[in-house]
């Protein structure tokens, strides 16, 4: 099956912009999701459709999708946005579902 | 208002079977694929299982393929997940996810429900 692969961690300064990304063969067939997950907590969709974004989601997350990269963009981050961000998508081929390890923002 | 309330989970032996439920409400449960993810203590999330709206459609991670059941009762609005051979690697919460309209995203999630295999 296929992987998608994100960074470990990324820090950024409070109001500032930060870029998750998430890479796999799947994603040049399939849009990622991406799910925010706090300590504690069941993860929650912020992004799918490569930009659409649920009911009650902040304006300021955003995605994108070139070839096979996908991106998840918090601009003007908050503290509350400090979590734990997973990418996934259907696996190309077959019918699995494959996450990325996760990638663990710290707002400074 | 979406809820999706999982329960089952507990400690059981390697080996052992449980029996994890997802009760659905506030939403037109026969309208939408459902499915089960887990997260090991300390861990990123991982696919279980998928079932469709009528449950004609079944997948399965390779990790649990043979050990465990998805199912789904439509009249009941709630969604199973009938875990056999239990091994310690099986240790996690586990979620149960209510898939979107497109059935790629997962919108709703349950709080999860801690299965233990420990001896």
């Known amino acids: 099956s296929s992987e998608l692969t994100q960074d470990p961690a990324v820090s950024v300064a409070l109001g500032q912009t930060v870029r998750i990304t998430c890479q796999g063969d799947?994603?040049?067939?399939?849009?990622a999701s991406w799910y925010q997950q706090k300590p504690g907590q069941a993860p929650v969709l912020v992004i799918y459709?490569?930009?659409y974004r649920p009911s009650g989601i902040p304006d300021r997350f955003s995605g994108s999708s070139s070839g096979n990269t996908a991106s998840l963009t918090i601009t003007g981050t908050q503290a509350e946005d400090e979590a734990d961000y997973y990418c996934?998508?259907?696996?190309?081929?077959?019918?699995?579902?494959?996450f990325g390890a996760g990638t663990k923002v710290t707002v400074l | 208002e979406v809820q999706l309330v999982e329960s089952g989970g507990g400690l059981v032996k390697p080996g052992g079977s449980l029996r994890l439920s997802c009760a659905a409400s506030?939403?037109?449960?026969?309208?939408?694929?459902m499915n089960w993810v887990r997260q090991a203590p300390g861990k990123g999330l991982e696919w279980v299982s998928c079932?469709?709206?009528?449950?004609?459609?079944?997948y399965y991670a390779d990790s649990v393929k043979g050990r465990f059941t998805i199912s789904r009762d439509n009249a009941k609005t709630s969604l199973y997940l009938q875990m056999n051979s239990l091994r310690v690697e099986d240790t996690a919460v586990y979620y149960c996810?209510?898939?979107?309209?497109?059935?790629?995203?997962?919108?709703?999630w349950g709080q999860g429900t801690l299965v233990t295999v420990s001896s």
């Open positions: 799947s994603l040049r067939s399939y849009y």
């Open positions: 506030g939403f037109t449960f026969s309208s939408h694929r």
């Open positions: 996810a209510r898939a979107g309209d497109s059935g790629f995203e997962w919108d709703h």
């Open positions: 996934n998508s259907r696996d190309s081929g077959t019918n699995y579902y494959v």
């Open positions: 459709n490569r930009n």
């Open positions: 079932i469709n709206n009528w449950g004609s459609e079944i």
